[in-house]
Nanobody
């Protein structure tokens, strides 16, 4: 069974940092992009970042504060979030399976999703 399990969410003050992890099991996604999305209360789910074996991309809304990386040996991707703001409060989801030579920005580009992890930034 293919699974993505996120961890690392929590409560942090404005300006703080968190690192989210997404561990994949059941198969490797080394040939595909893995992405991060987030959904704040009352808002649509939005793209945050994606990474693949030869590169990655970050949303303009978090560029300069968030970075994404992957450890292929551990089949795990990370989202390092620095200088957090209250507007970063959301449930963060990991996703896998996008073709990195196509689009990696849409939910429908991915076919495997994690359960989500809550990130709350207090002011």
């Amino acid at each position: 069974q293919v699974q993505l399990v996120e961890s690392g969410g929590g409560l942090v003050q404005t300006g703080g940092s968190l690192r989210l992890s997404c561990a994949a099991s059941g198969r490797t996604f080394s040939d595909y992009a893995m992405g991060w999305f987030r959904q704040a209360p009352g808002k649509d789910r939005e793209f945050v970042a994606a990474t693949w074996w030869s590169g990655g991309t970050i949303s303009n809304s978090v560029k300069g504060r968030f970075t994404t990386s992957r450890d292929s040996d551990k089949n795990t991707v990370y989202l390092q979030m620095n200088s957090l703001k209250p507007e970063d409060t959301a449930v963060y989801y990991c996703a896998a399976g996008a073709d990195y030579y196509g689009s990696v920005y849409r939910e429908k580009d991915y076919n495997i999703w994690g359960q989500g992890t809550q990130v709350t930034v207090s002011s």
